[in-house]
């Protein structure tokens, strides 16, 4: 401290320097308590009466901190005046927040000038003959109001206080939000996890042939382990729902599966997506980010459309793959990362690796358990159910009731390629749903087919008796099981029940493919 200072001076300082090494020390409203309390003890006569906030709708001061013990002899009064709502513009509170400096107010000067009776008999009774009050304020915002009761105040003294309590109440206030943010976001975490385990586990995956059954049993040989999996089939097979519902069933699902859409990024920002960056690391690169890698540390990455990865960017994955560690752009440490992967793609790998757009090396350790999802075409005993399954959850949905799918629309729909998969079908339903007045879809509108299309081997890839089969076991459905009489499946398919009651033997039908 220079020696040239006043004595009245140097105590100030020596005041504000203590004071200043408590309160960077506050974390809490408590700590902030305890430290002016502390401090207040120095100046023998000053006491902190009470510190309001302004609140979330800007004019409301609402009480933060207060010494009850000043107020015990005036408690009807104080009670009454800390109830009732306190706003920036009551006479007080007003002056303090409009002046730069801290105010005394003389109370007998006031009573003359007749604002604020109720609060001039408040400071009567507690025997006082002047307040003093500062504004709480961090830069030029008006974050409060405070006032303390003293028989003599240092003005200079004060502003130092109050610069010190504004900053640390500023900070306090700021750390609570965090905190509320945080729980927020746990809670909102939470919920999600939990939608996304129910909206894609097992029971949500429609298809019950041989070839979704196939899947099934990989899947199931595949969940419990960390191992890589590679998901092929073509675009809308469902991929991505297989993805989840491997995590979801493996001992990660704790934790949310992270996705990058490898397709939707241009290549100089895949890198800095997957691995992060450092703050500086290149133009651009204002804050540090934490990669997606990063972020599914102890959880599965799915890595869509894997087969459009630039080159650069699939020499450092392999990288990682290999030595499970990673570094962020522009960063000089590396970090360690335990992460399950799952891949998928739309494209023949094999022939991207021939071609030269897609490493060897990055195939076989992507390639270490491959799933291949068949295309919708090739599974046509699945095209009803899955119809079904998005029918009811459109409808519900949208809060309509269509309940049923005329037999020509389900004829429509068998004979159909579907070039874009279940994701074309459940479109085509949910549209359905939402266009449809009754209560049965009887009018679809499905993409026109050219001949050569329509002729293409895919197509007739199910016997008449295939054919016959699934649309017998929907009409049961929607009959739900009753053959013969005025509202049975028979009547509505113009045969009587005797050769229903056949076709039904013959074709091997039970009830469990109808119910
Ligand atoms: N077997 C199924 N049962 C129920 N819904 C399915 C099934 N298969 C796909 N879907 C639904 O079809 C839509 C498309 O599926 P998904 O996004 O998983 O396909 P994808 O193969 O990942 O497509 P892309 O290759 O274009 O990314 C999703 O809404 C998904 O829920």
């Not at 206080?161 to 306090?172: E, K």
């Not at 965090?178 to 385990?197: G, P, S, T």
């Not at 459905?477 to 398919?493: N, P, T, W």
Request: overall charge negative; aromatic content about 8%; proline content about 3%.
């Amino acid at each position: 401290m220079p020696d040239n200072l006043d004595l009245a001076e140097r105590e100030r300082m020596s005041f504000l320097l203590d004071f200043s090494q408590d309160i960077a020390a506050v974390r809490t409203k408590a700590d902030l308590e305890a430290a002016i309390s502390n401090a207040l003890q120095r100046l023998l006569s000053t006491r902190l009466a009470m510190i309001r906030v302004i609140g979330d709708d800007g004019e409301t001061l609402v009480p933060y901190l207060w010494d009850i013990s000043l107020f015990s002899r005036v408690k009807g009064l104080f009670d009454q005046l800390t109830s009732r709502r306190t706003t920036v513009t009551d006479y007080f509170f007003a002056q303090v927040l409009a002046s730069a400096e801290p105010i005394v107010f003389d109370i007998a000067e006031e009573e003359r000038k007749g604002n604020s009776p109720e609060y001039i008999l408040f400071f009567k009774q507690l025997g006082l003959k002047q307040v003093y009050a500062s504004a709480l304020r961090v830069g030029a915002e008006n974050l409060g109001t405070m006032f303390f009761l003293s028989d003599y105040l240092d003005i200079a003294l004060l502003k130092g206080l109050c610069a010190q309590i504004s900053t640390a109440i500023s900070n306090i206030l700021a750390n609570e939000k965090i905190l509320a943010y945080k729980q927020l976001l746990e809670i909102e975490n939470d919920q999600l996890k939990e939608q996304i385990r129910t909206i894609y586990n097992f029971s949500e995956i429609v298809g019950s042939g041989p070839e979704m059954q196939e899947v099934y049993h990989l899947m199931s040989l595949v969940a419990d382990s960390s191992s890589t999996v590679l998901l092929l089939g073509e675009t809308g097979t469902g991929k991505e729902l297989i993805a989840r519902a491997i995590h979801n069933t493996s001992p990660r699902r704790d934790r949310l599966m992270v996705k990058i859409n490898c397709a939707a990024l241009p290549a100089n920002l895949i890198e800095s997506e997957l691995f992060g960056h450092e703050k500086g690391a290149f133009t651009g690169a204002v804050e540090r980010r934490i990669g997606k890698f990063e972020l599914a540390h102890k959880s599965t990455l799915f890595l869509d459309e894997i087969g459009e990865m630039p080159l650069e960017a699939q020499v450092k994955l392999l990288r990682v793959l290999q030595e499970k560690e990673l570094e962020r752009i522009g960063g000089k440490t590396t970090v360690k990362v335990d992460v399950r992967i799952i891949a998928a793609t739309n494209r023949d790998l094999e022939e991207e690796v021939r071609a030269g757009r897609f490493r060897s090396d990055l195939y076989y350790r992507l390639n270490v358990f491959p799933i291949t999802l068949p295309p919708l075409r090739d599974r046509r005993d699945d095209i009803v159910p899955l119809a079904h399954f998005f029918m009811n959850r459109y409808s519900k949905n949208s809060g309509r009731k269509v309940t049923g799918i005329a037999p020509e629309i389900i004829r429509e729909l068998l004979a159909y390629s579907w070039p874009g998969n279940v994701r074309e079908l459940e479109h085509l339903i949910e549209r359905t749903v939402l266009l449809t007045r009754d209560h049965v879809i009887r009018q679809i509108h499905l993409p026109k087919e050219r001949a050569a299309e329509k002729d293409s081997p895919a197509l007739p890839s199910q016997t008449l008796s295939e054919m016959e089969r699934a649309y017998i076991i929907d009409v049961l459905r929607q009959f739900e099981g009753k053959i013969s009489g005025m509202d049975g499946a028979a009547e509505f398919l113009d045969i009587p029940a005797t050769t229903l009651h056949s076709k039904i033997k013959k074709l091997k039908i039970s009830k469990s493919d109808y119910y």
